[in-house]
T-cell receptor
């Protein structure tokens, strides 16, 4: 089955700096790669996703890149703000009614 | 976006009792729902796949007789934790995807925090 590895487990950055979180996956059939932000005690919220037919996607301060050959994808947050502090999870899955497999999460702290 | 609602949001029960958690898709039909469990400071781990009108598919290591899943309609799946023990204390989250689409995106319920005393 699919296995998703995520690094780093914790990340501290100064406000205004960039943050990068990296994930790798094992199943070459996976074609959907979302990123979720989870605040303490709340449900995960989708912040951006990318499909295997695209190499990069950007939404304001957030961008995701995908390298299908190497089976890795990354989340980039620019101009970080204190409200970006949360746990971020990457995930991998296939289209249709299939479950997502999550990475172990990265606790991001943005220091003001 | 699609809305998935989960109830209760938190529950405290005594050891040995059973607890039922409901997951509803409010504005779409979901033939498949997924139940995840999240222990403190850990990731979301898939417990089972709930299929409308048929038996759930459980992940390895998840006891199907302890975690009863019923998906009786296209908008409701229930998870019953039977004979709960303190080690079952966790955050249980359901999710669903649109029926008939191939997006892969999952919509999550609010989650249910279970504390077993």
């Amino acid at each position: 089955g699919e296995n998703v590895e995520q690094h780093p487990s914790t990340l501290s950055v100064q406000e205004g700096d960039s943050a990068v979180i990296k994930c790798t996956y094992s199943d070459s059939a996976s074609n959907y790669f979302p990123w979720y932000k989870q605040e303490l005690g709340k449900r995960p919220q989708l912040i951006i996703d990318i499909r295997s037919n695209v190499g990069e996607k950007k939404d304001q301060r957030i961008a995701v890149t995908l390298n299908k050959t190497a089976k890795h994808f990354s989340l980039h947050i620019t101009e970080t703000q204190p409200e970006d502090s949360a746990v971020y999870f990457c995930a991998a899955g296939k289209s249709g009614n299939t479950p997502l497999v999550f990475g172990k999460g990265t606790r991001l702290s943005v220091i003001a | 976006g699609a809305v998935v609602s989960q109830h209760p949001s938190w529950v405290i029960c005594k050891s040995g009792t059973s607890v039922k958690i409901e997951c509803r898709s409010l504005d779409f039909q979901a033939t498949t729902m997924f139940w995840y469990r999240q222990f403190p400071k850990q990731s979301l781990m898939l417990m089972a796949t709930s299929n409308e009108g048929s038996k759930a598919t459980y992940e390895q290591g998840v006891e199907k007789d302890k975690f009863l899943i019923n998906h009786a309609s296209l908008t409701l799946s229930t998870l019953t934790v039977t004979s709960a023990h303190p080690e079952d204390s966790s955050f249980y989250i359901c999710s669903a995807s649109f029926q008939g689409t191939s997006t892969g995106e999952l919509f999550f319920g609010e989650g249910s925090r279970l504390t077993v005393l």
